[in-house]
Structure formats: structure tokens, C-alpha cells
């Protein structure tokens, strides 16, 4: 029962902006860590930016500086705001949330980021 709705994704020029959310549904994920993963064509799934429970952040090299991860308990989501946006930055994004000590994740259904002039 537990859904994760993504959106914001789509097409934006080299140096453009783009703001992505996950909304959580069927839990309470106040205890859970939440993130957010990309997979590029032919390559492997990678960690982009996750937030803890007590709002520690860490980020990929790539994105320091560029993107920012904010979490709302309240209202269940997840957000990957986007600046500065480089081609290589294209991808599908993946929203995650997860509680390893309890031995429980769960993923988005992916949104495409495409960053091209």
C-alpha cells in the first residue's frame, strides 16, 4: 500500500532549473531516510542526494553546490531542487525511502530529467 508519486521531470536547456517531488503515501516517514537516485542510459543507479530522519544531507560530488534536498514530515515528501543544470546531469530519477535497520525500502517509478540545448 505504500506509494511513491514523483513529478517535475521533463526537458530544460543547459544552465535551466527543474524542481522534483516525491509524495509518500500508506506510512508515516518521519524515521525513514529519504533520497533521491539517477540512472543514465547503460549505466548503473547512483545515490544523487539523501536527507536523514534528524536532517543531515549528503550529496553526490556532481550536484554539490547545484542541487539542494529538502524533506517535509508533515506532509510526507521529498524535494530535489535543481540548478544549474548540465547535460550530464540526464537521467531517470528515482525517489527512495528507507529504514535499513528494519530491513525496509522502498522506490518511485522514475521521472525523466533531459538537460539539452
Known amino acids: 500500500q505504500v506509494q511513491l508519486v514523483e513529478s517535475g521531470g521533463g526537458l530544460v536547456q543547459p544552465g535551466g532549473s527543474l524542481r522534483l517531488s516525491c509524495a509518500a503515501s500508506g506510512s508515516i516517514f518521519s524515521m525513514y531516510v529519504m533520497g533521491w537516485y539517477r540512472q543514465a542510459p547503460g549505466k548503473q543507479r547512483d545515490l544523487v542526494a539523501l536527507v536523514t530522519p534528524g536532517g543531515r544531507v549528503n550529496y553526490a560530488d556532481s550536484v554539490k553546490g547545484r542541487f539542494t534536498i529538502s524533506r517535509d514530515d508533515a506532509k510526507n515528501t521529498v524535494s530535489l531542487q535543481m540548478n544549474d543544470l548540465k547535460p550530464e546531469d540526464t537521467a531517470v530519477y528515482f525517489c527512495?525511502?528507507?529504514?535499513?535497520?528494519?530491513?525496509?525500502?522502498?522506490w518511485g517509478q522514475g521521472t525523466q530529467v533531459t538537460v539539452s540545448s
Open positions: 527512495h525511502v528507507g529504514r535499513s535497520l528494519m530491513g525496509v525500502e522502498y
